[in-house]
Structures are given as structure tokens and as C-alpha cells.
């Protein structure tokens, strides 16, 4: 049976999942799966999901596993869920860098296996690496107008697709500082509209916090504008180290309480579940 909700430490059932993070198979992430698992333990999380990196374009797959290790990962995580079953429940999922020119093959890889949650990202604009200091400048390129819609229509392009369940840090672009301009939010809101009538759940991911950005992803005033087009929210940490799990996660519940929500998504199997908050 799932365990949808873990018990605070006064007693009190509280929901707490952490359905982003990666592992060594990423090549920049460091710690082992069942330290991570273990970390989640003693925050009081009920649920973690893997979510590392499939990456096929080659600008930034020497950051990703390959396609060759999709089944040992699958196993890895699968076999750790059995172990620790009991005291968590552990989910398996891909974080696939969408592009445009690999979609397709990604696509037919995911049909291959059984996860239970896709989720898609844009990590590059062109050959503009947005989300890696060490490949963009350390982060000094200075992005224009173009260059936000150019993302807003490689997100538009993802949700083509059907294979993904959760749009992973939906504002990433202001990563290094560069919060977009009012245009961008204008201009986003007919991508909520699509996420909405594609059924796609979208990620509070509290990494953001820790980068120049300060901010959560996506935006609060995007968090009230998902709200009104009814639109469901998981958590994520973005996890790169086991103490990362679960950071900053009692900033998300009040940003999505101040949003409206009172209820977050986690998946088995791609089917959802909903959690009180």
C-alpha cells in the first residue's frame, strides 16, 4: 500500500515527497542512490523519486546516462524500492533534456520501460547551455528577447509529445540572475493554457533558492496563474547530493499555499495520486 503521507515529529500527518533527484549516472551528481533514500528517511519524506538525466543530444549527454544504462538504472532503483519499502516508497523516473532533433528516439526509448514518471526539461537554447555555469560563460551571457521566446517554443514543442508527465523547472532561464522581462510572463501564460489541456503536472522545484535566481521555479505569480487554470503541482529538490533531499520544502508549501493549493501529485507507474499540503 502507498505511504502518501510521513509523521512530523508532533505527531501530525504531514505529505512530504521529493519526486527530483539525481545520481551519479548524471556525471555531477555525487552520493549513492540508498544515501539518498536514506537522507529522505530522516527528513520524514513518504516518497523520493529518482529522477536523473537522459540527455541524447550531444552538447550535453557527457552529463547524462546513456541509453545503454536506462535498464541497469531502472533496476537499481526498483530493487531499492523492494528494500526499503517498508519505511518509503521509492519511485523511478527520467529527466529527459528535450531537443527537438532527438524527441522521436527519446520517445520510442521510454516506450521500452515501465517508470513511474517522465519529466521533460530544457537545458539548452540552441547551442546556449542555460542551466551550467561552466559551459554558458559562468553564467555572463546576457539573454534578449529572442532568446526567452526561443524557450517558450522549445517548451511549446515539448508538449507536443505525450511522453512526459511533469515539466521539470518551467522558468530555469533565469538560473544566473537574468529574471525574464513582464513579456515573458505575458507570453507564458498561452503555455499554462497548453500544459492545462495536455493533462501535464508541473514541478515547484526549490534548487532555484540555491542558485543566483533566488527564486523557487517557476515564479510565484506563475504559481497563481497555474492555480487559476487548475493546473497540479509535485515537489522537487533537484537533488545533486543526498543532503540536498527535500530542501527548502517548507518554502514551496507556503508558496503554493499562498498560491491556492492545497494538494501536490505523485505518480506510480505514470498514474497519479494526490497528497494534502
Do not use: W
Not at 140 to 158: E, G, H, N
Amino acid at each position: 500500500m502507498d505511504k502518501t503521507t510521513a509523521t512530523s515529529k508532533n505527531g501530525t500527518e504531514k505529505p512530504v515527497i521529493d519526486y527530483h533527484v539525481h545520481t551519479r549516472l548524471c556525471n555531477h551528481a555525487h552520493g549513492t542512490m540508498e544515501q539518498y533514500i536514506q537522507c529522505a528517511i530522516e527528513k520524514g519524506l513518504s516518497e523520493i523519486c529518482f529522477l536523473d538525466h537522459l540527455t541524447l543530444d550531444e552538447k550535453g549527454c557527457d552529463l547524462s546516462m546513456g541509453p545503454d544504462d536506462v535498464p541497469l538504472y531502472l533496476y537499481a532503483v526498483r530493487r531499492l524500492g523492494d528494500i526499503y519499502q517498508d519505511r518509503i516508497n521509492v519511485r523511478a523516473g527520467l529527466e529527459v533534456d528535450f531537443s527537438p532533433a532527438h524527441a522521436e528516439t527519446a520517445c520510442k526509448i521510454l516506450e521500452r520501460f515501465s517508470f513511474d514518471v517522465i519529466g521533460g526539461s530544457i537545458h539548452f537554447v540552441d547551442d546556449a547551455n542555460i542551466v551550467s555555469s561552466k559551459r554558458n560563460g559562468n553564467g555572463s551571457f546576457q539573454p534578449d528577447t529572442a532568446f526567452y521566446d526561443r524557450y517558450l517554443d522549445l517548451i511549446d514543442m515539448m508538449l507536443d509529445y505525450s511522453c512526459f508527465d511533469v515539466i521539470c523547472h518551467l522558468d530555469v532561464v533565469k538560473k544566473f540572475g537574468n529574471h525574464p522581462p513582464n513579456e515573458f510572463f505575458d507570453k507564458m501564460d498561452a503555455i499554462l493554457t497548453k500544459i492545462k489541456y495536455k493533462n501535464v503536472v508541473i514541478e515547484i522545484n526549490t534548487s532555484g533558492l540555491s542558485h543566483p535566481a533566488n527564486s523557487v521555479y517557476p515564479d510565484p505569480k506563475i504559481l497563481k496563474r497555474c492555480f487559476e487554470k487548475n493546473i497540479p503541482f509535485t515537489f522537487g529538490s533537484d537533488a545533486h547530493q543526498p543532503e540536498q533531499v527535500g530542501r527548502n520544502f517548507k518554502d514551496a508549501v507556503t508558496l503554493l499555499h499562498e498560491a491556492g493549493y492545497r494538494h501536490i501529485t505523485g505518480f506510480s507507474r505514470q498514474n497519479r495520486h494526490e497528497i494534502a499540503i
